[in-house]
Nanobody, 120 residues
Framework: QVQLVESGGGLVQPGGSLRLSCAAS????????MGWYRQVPGKQRELVAT???????NYADSVKGRFSISRDNAKNTVYLQMNSLNSEDTAVYYC??????????????WGKGTLVTVSS
């Protein structure tokens, strides 16, 4: 079994910052990438940022220059530093873990989500 534990969400004022963390544990053979997606009610889940095992990153246009994704491979943990937050960043943020198992199958695991609310 694979477990993802997210933390760091909460209420922040516009222009403020938050840092999300997601720690993966359990039967993990090989991690290919980790990342963050977000979802607001009535809309599809959307990409925020991802980081591969080699450190390559990808960001949604809406967060480029404001958010930064990083990873601690030794701890199987991914971080999302969010700066200059605005109301449009309000969403439930989900951690993604993309792995290859011992049978060479690609699998995705999702965290339960952490709520980020940007409001004055």
């Amino acid at each position: 079994q694979v477990q993802l534990v997210e933390s760091g969400g909460g209420l922040v004022q516009p222009g403020g910052s938050l840092r999300l963390s997601c720690a993966a544990s359990g039967s993990i053979f090989r991690i290919n990438a980790m990342g963050w997606y977000r979802q607001v009610p009535g809309k599809q889940r959307e990409l925020v940022a991802t980081i591969t095992n080699s450190g390559n990153t990808n960001y949604a246009d809406s967060v480029k220059g404001r958010f930064s994704i990083s990873r601690d491979n030794a701890k199987n943990t991914v971080y999302l530093q969010m700066n200059s937050l605005n109301s449009e960043d309000t969403a439930v943020y989900y951690c993604l873990l993309a792995v290859t198992n011992m049978w060479s199958q690609a699998m995705d695991y999702w965290g339960k989500g952490t709520l980020v609310t940007v409001s004055s």
